[in-house]
């Protein structure tokens, strides 16, 4: 089976009937829901690991597959070498895994995560001076990537060196809310980040642009 070229935030999961079984393809991916006796059964693959999870629910409610953010910040490790000159910039995107998570909706309205299925991208690290973050590696586009469907989020990026010497970066950082997250394009999307190179450290500059005139 082909990815989808397209990828939503959120995608309705039904409950199967006693018997029978639900399938959604994520990327290379496939989570299957199986209702089993005395509950459901959820298979989560993608092509070299599976994972099972057994899952009790109430008859009502609906389940629902949404791309969410890592929950800790991301440290982006670019494939291509980053030089930028004393008060130069430089502009372009980056793309970071997103972690399907599996959320159950009451009739109330109320919404209860039950799984996260995390990409093996995701490598969590703590050092003295960020703490813990996921490190994740990604090239640097100069354009708007193409679409692969496979879970990421592309991330509009600016840089600007206001110190007196050359900035070379080992990683960016990049703290993002699921609030920034848009469809664009059938690909997802993140409000632009900016940052600006002191000397020493990363500093974020603020706007709120609009996602569609900065892409």
């Given amino acids: 089976m082909e990815p989808s070229p397209t990828l939503p935030l959120q995608t309705l999961l039904p409950l199967p009937a006693r018997g029978s079984n639900a399938r959604v393809r994520v990327g290379s991916s496939e989570l299957v829901l199986e209702h089993v006796r005395g509950g459901f059964s959820l298979l989560w693959s993608d092509g070299r690991e599976a994972r099972r999870h057994a899952l009790g629910l109430p008859g009502d409610g609906e389940l629902v597959l949404q791309l969410c953010l890592p929950r800790l910040p991301l440290c982006v490790v670019t494939r291509d070498v980053l030089t930028i000159a004393p008060r130069g910039r430089l502009r372009g995107y980056v793309q970071v895994p997103l972690v399907p998570t599996l959320v159950f909706r009451g009739r109330s309205g109320e919404a209860h995560t039950l799984i996260e299925l995390p990409s093996r991208e995701l490598a969590a690290e703590?050092?003295?001076?960020?703490?813990?973050?996921?490190?994740?590696?990604?090239?640097?586009?100069?354009?708007?990537?193409?679409?692969?469907?496979?879970?990421?989020?592309?991330?509009?990026?600016?840089?600007?060196?206001?110190?007196?010497?050359?900035?070379?970066?080992?990683?960016?950082?990049?703290?993002?809310?699921?609030?920034?997250?848009?469809?664009?394009?059938?690909?997802?999307?993140?409000?632009?980040?900016?940052?600006?190179?002191?000397?020493d450290r990363f500093t974020a500059v603020v706007r709120f642009a609009a996602v569609a005139r900065a892409v």
């Fill in 126 to 199: 703590w050092d003295e001076a960020n703490g813990h973050s996921f490190r994740v590696s990604s090239p640097w586009h100069v354009r708007f990537p193409m679409r692969s469907g496979e879970p990421r989020v592309v991330v509009p990026m600016w840089l600007h060196n206001v110190s007196p010497g050359v900035l070379s970066p080992a990683f960016l950082p990049l703290q993002l809310r699921d609030a920034d997250l848009h469809e664009l394009r059938g690909s997802i999307v993140a409000r632009p980040r900016r940052l600006q190179w002191t000397g």
